[in-house]
């Protein structure tokens, strides 16, 4: 095993600094007035995105929000069925509208790689992202859907795969009839007592997106499924699985 040294770090002359200073925020000035330029001759093209109106009402389903994006006649919509949903790019290139309270560039609208914006959107900034569906287009159905992989998410772990057809067609027999046990509703998927994982099931009828059930594990060890990560209806898994996570 190889040791690993550290060196030293001299300090800088007061001299040497202080034209150290002066380049950086020069080039940050720089920087910025580059963006503003670059912001000046877009709006002045007439390249910006449209800028999509929000609004957010209860869902039908009890603790879900129904959310919508609209420009023009374009209607997009985060309810139920889309939670479960996610993208595969951590950060989609093609930024196609912009949200009315964005506060930086980079944070709106944007095309899902492997999807046509006609059918999914994402919602996108460094911290948060959420898919949304064209109400012209069918929910997806990940009841009637065939998955060939799936990945246990870890917060500071490698993530687990399989592409056991067997395991996979267990958990996805879990979700869709098990014994549920209903817990107090925790609208932002994070139940606390617990922990809490993210099992992605991936399936060639959704290109550039997963599907993404909650994994939860009390105190006592027990695993439990949900359709997603903020349904408070948590499943006992069968032995594969219990098996499989406790690896």
Known sequence: MSAFTKKELKPTSSKTGLILFILGAGMCVLAVMCVIGLGVVMK???????????DQVDSEHEGYRRTTLISGNTVYVRDYEEYALISGNTQPPQMIGQLPFSEDA??????IPGQDPSAYVLEYDPMYQAVYRNIEHPSFNWREAEFQKIR??????????????????????????????????????????????ALLLFT????????????????????????????????????????????
């Not at 002045?44 to 929000?54: D, I, K």
């Not at 980079?106 to 095309?111: D, E, I, K, N, P």
């Not at 009839?177 to 107090?184: D, E, H, L, M, S």
């Not at 594990?217 to 898994?237: H, K, Y």
Request: no cysteine; proline share 10%.
């Open 44 to 54: 002045l093209r007439g390249t910006f995105p449209p800028v999509y109106a929000m």
């Open 152 to 197: 246990l998410m870890f917060p500071t772990a490698n993530p687990r795969e399989s592409e056991d057809p067997v395991l996979i067609e267990e958990i996805l027999n879990t979700l869709k009839g098990g014994n549920p046990t209903v817990v107090p509703m925790q609208a932002d998927g994070n139940y606390s007592g617990v922990q809490n994982y």
């Open 106 to 111: 980079v944070s709106g609208v944007y095309a």
């Open 204 to 247: 060639d009828q959704l290109p550039g997106m997963m599907v993404m059930a909650g994994v939860h594990v009390n105190q006592n060890g027990e695993v439990f499924l949900a359709e997603d990560i903020v349904s408070n209806q948590w499943m006992p898994p069968g032995p594969l699985f219990v098996e499989w996570i406790q690896k």
